[in-house]
């Protein structure tokens, strides 16, 4: 089913929320009224537009996106061997949103490790254009070529012949660019990465993440430890065993 979607800018309407006035909303056209006819079909089919999509990027680890289209309503986990089920990162609604878990290197080499285990799962492609939500940018960035990356991630999904709505980087960096917005990064010993942003100084978007703070110790809060197996099994699949550019703490 997934795999049919991706291709259909219906669905990249919503799943973007492009539908609920979300950035490329200008753009929908006369796709507004098949979004519309999908809003009552999903009335009626709300229990089959559920489903988890796991990514594995080596040794076990996995990323997974759970897709509830019919609420608006996507998460993303990881598990590892160590996990009984996935640990949740982040979530993106029309309501309480916390999307920004990663930072774009860690989705990049996420991204690159899912091809490499999968070449048909191609980079940029569909794992990007369905992760990138999840990720953010900051002034330490290469935006450019990470906007270039999901133009090319959308790009290899749009069909041939298609001249309508399809979403592209400007989008996404939309909801993501957190250059000058006083997000800083913090690091600690066991190689953790959380921010905290200073609201005293800003103007723009509030940063809505889970990842504020540091490891602690119980089991409550962002999963670092996890992630950190995840990262380290996606570098040792691409064969990449140095920290990306773009790790550093701010």
Avoid: K
């Avoid at 006369?30 to 089959?48: K, P, T, V």
């Avoid at 330490?140 to 990470?146: I, T």
């Amino acid at each position: 089913m997934l795999q049919e979607s991706l291709h259909d800018p219906v669905f990249w309407a919503r799943y973007t929320f492009a539908h609920e006035e979300g950035p490329g909303a200008d753009r929908l056209g006369d796709l507004q009224g098949l979004l519309d006819d999908d809003d009552d079909d999903d009335d009626e089919d709300s229990a089959d537009s559920s489903l988890d999509v796991a990514f594995e990027v080596g040794d076990g680890h996995h990323v997974v996106l759970s897709i509830d289209a019919s609420a608006d309503s996507y998460s993303l986990g990881i598990t590892t061997p160590d996990l009984a089920e996935p640990a949740e990162l982040g979530w993106d609604d029309l309501a309480h949103w916390h999307p920004h878990a990663l930072r774009w290197p860690e989705l990049d080499l996420i991204c690159r490790a899912i091809a490499a285990r999968n070449p048909q799962l191609q980079h940029p492609g569909a794992p990007l254009a369905l992760l990138c939500r999840f990720a953010a940018v900051f002034d330490d960035d290469d935006v450019d070529q990470a906007v270039a990356a999901v133009d090319e991630a959308y790009a290899a999904l749009r069909p041939p012949q298609w001249e309508g709505y399809w979403p592209c980087g400007a989008d996404w960096l939309d909801r993501a660019d957190f250059r000058g917005e006083n997000v800083i990064w913090q690091r600690d010993e066991a190689g953790n990465l959380w921010a905290h942003q200073d609201d005293a100084d800003r103007d723009g978007e509030p940063f809505y993440s889970t990842r504020l703070g540091p490891d602690s110790g119980t089991g409550d809060g962002f999963p670092h430890t996890p992630l950190r197996a995840v990262l380290s099994a996606a570098r040792a699949t691409v064969g990449d065993p140095q920290v990306p550019a773009g790790f550093q703490a701010g």
